[in-house]
């Protein structure tokens, strides 16, 4: 069930967000999120609790190893540089000389080595750092000694101004020239293209700015980010870091918990990119797929079509090739339970009762055909295939009954109450065959008044409808008619009754032998 491999993942370098967050973190449910230790699974849950981010836990997390131990021990390792720093900056009024002074004393007694791809805990452990967590160091850093600062970013590098509104002093914690790649123009028109079609910018924005210009303004917006979302900076390169390793699980993990932190648009995009890759080898025989399918539409609800084709598939699978009616039903029950979208539920209701109703159908189960069909008719009133297989389902269950009156009055009884069935075809062409069959037995039992009442009104059909009657029943009727009144004495009376009846069915053996055997009586 390889449905997925036309969405193309989008998201394939280092770089970090400056988007305004958006206000939505419903794209990620608490109970979906998977935590790589139960340190992190603390913290992540007190956030999600009590909207309060307790930075220096959440930044170290990100390591599995993490405990409250080694949170103890990072407190203490800032507490002790902070301790050594209040010696000589604690009483200082000049904030450029705070600021000067922080920044040669981390540099000098914690930075070793720089490399992208660390962490927060890296620093205190083995002096490794990138322009992430070092600006974060020093976030802490400028918050206790109440320096104002704003946490910025550029194509390639994060960095703070401290005093923003007066001195504009800018730390730089690592060179913001190396390390980072740079979006080419096939990423760049592939990720406003994103933002166009899910309606984060306006079409008309790109006419009027286009592609890099529209880049330039969304994907590094100048805009001031705190240290919630800073962490969340950290997941998201994390997420990559998976990602290029082909790891799309590890990656979606990650994704969740950097939305989680800072819902901005692209953070949403890497998390809507990594359902795709995840699902694309999947049959959904496991629920937790399914779950991740229903994520994957929360997050990207405007291509209902895949989702719709993903549903079919499952109900090919399950329902009809594999008989796994339970299997089905829960995979149903999922969908209808998450997913609130009426356009959505409307095709996936039409899918599941109309399946049911067709193969209870073949196997002459009538009653639970009906009652499924009633449902998909409920959900789409106007679906013509609900209205076609329901005026099958009306006549077919009536196929056993000889008492052709009855189910006239039936039929009616139908018409009367789904009156879309009025004007069907296919009841239409039953209504004349019941007519022709009534026609027959009368004019057998010599009733010559019914005969040619019921007569009368297959005509009516016939000819105010075009279309198809059975030649069999239309060679029947109209023989027994000429047969009645050749029993009468009739003979020219009768011969008319072979000329209608082959009007209608011009190719019925038995009425062109009749006709010859008429010709003959006549001449």
Not at 202 to 221: H, I, P, S, V
Not at 437 to 453: P, R, V
Request: with cysteine; glycine share 4%.
């Amino acid at each position: 069930m390889n449905i997925f491999i036309r969405i193309p993942l989008l998201i394939s370098f280092f770089a970090f967000a400056g988007i305004a967050p958006a206000q939505d973190t419903s794209l990620v449910k608490p109970r979906d999120i998977h935590y790589t230790s139960d340190f992190e699974k603390k913290y992540f849950e007190s956030f999600l609790n009590t909207g309060k981010a307790d930075i220096i836990p959440l930044a170290i997390s990100l390591s599995e190893l993490s405990t409250d131990f080694e949170y103890k021990k990072t407190e203490e390792a800032i507490n002790a540089l902070i301790a050594e720093s209040d010696k000589k900056i604690l009483n200082e009024k000049d904030v450029s000389k705070k600021v000067k002074f922080l920044f040669g004393k981390v540099h000098s007694s914690l930075f070793k080595r720089y490399d992208i791809t660390a962490h927060f805990e890296k620093i205190f452990s083995a002096g490794i750092y990138n322009c992430v967590t070092a600006s974060m160091l020093y976030a802490f850093l400028f918050e206790h000694y109440s320096i104002p600062y704003k946490i910025m970013e550029k194509p390639r590098h994060v960095y703070l101004i401290a005093d923003p509104n007066d001195k504009k002093i800018v730390v730089e914690s690592t060179d913001p020239t190396s390390g980072y790649f740079l979006p080419n123009d096939k990423f760049k028109k592939e990720y406003v293209d994103y933002l166009v079609k899910n309606k984060l910018v306006a079409k008309t924005d790109l006419e009027l700015f286009g592609y890099d210009a529209l880049f330039e303004k969304t994907y590094y917006a100048d805009e001031k980010i705190n240290l919630k979302q800073l962490v969340g900076l950290q997941y998201y390169n994390s997420a990559v870091e998976f990602l290029n390793a082909k790891e799309y699980t590890k990656t979606l993990y990650q994704a969740q918990k950097a939305y989680v932190l800072y819902p901005c648009d692209r953070n949403r995009f890497l998390l809507t990119g990594c359902y795709p890759l995840i699902l694309q080898d999947k049959d959904f025989s496991d629920l937790r797929d399914v779950d991740l399918l229903i994520a994957y539409y929360k997050t990207n609800p405007d291509d209902k079509s895949i989702f719709y084709e993903a549903f079919y598939d499952m109900t090919e699978k399950f329902l009809v090739n594999e008989n796994k009616h339970e299997h089905y039903d829960k995979i149903f029950n999922k969908l209808t339970t998450e997913i609130r979208d009426s356009v959505f539920l409307d095709k996936v209701y039409l899918t599941y009762y109309s399946e049911y109703a067709r193969i209870e159908y073949m196997n002459g189960e009538y009653k639970k055909a009906f009652d499924h069909l009633l449902l998909a008719y409920s959900r789409n009133p106007d679906n013509a295939k609900v209205k076609a297989m329901f005026a099958t389902l009306v006549v077919d269950q009536m196929r056993s009954s000889n008492d052709y009156k009855k189910i006239i009055t039936d039929l009616d009884g139908y018409v009367l109450k789904y009156p879309f069935l009025k004007g069907n075809v296919y009841l239409e062409q039953t209504y004349g065959n019941l007519f022709l069959l009534l026609a027959n037995n009368y004019f057998a039992a010599n009733n010559e008044k019914q005969g040619l009442y019921y007569l009368k009104l297959f005509e009516q059909k016939a000819e105010t409808k075009d279309m198809q009657f059975n030649d069999v029943i239309i060679g029947t009727a109209y023989s027994e008619a000429w047969a009645y009144y050749v029993r009468m004495q009739k003979r020219q009376y009768a011969k008319q009754f072979i000329n209608k009846g082959l009007k209608y069915a011009p190719y019925n053996g038995d009425l062109q032998r009749k006709k010859k055997i008429a010709d003959e009586d006549t001449n």
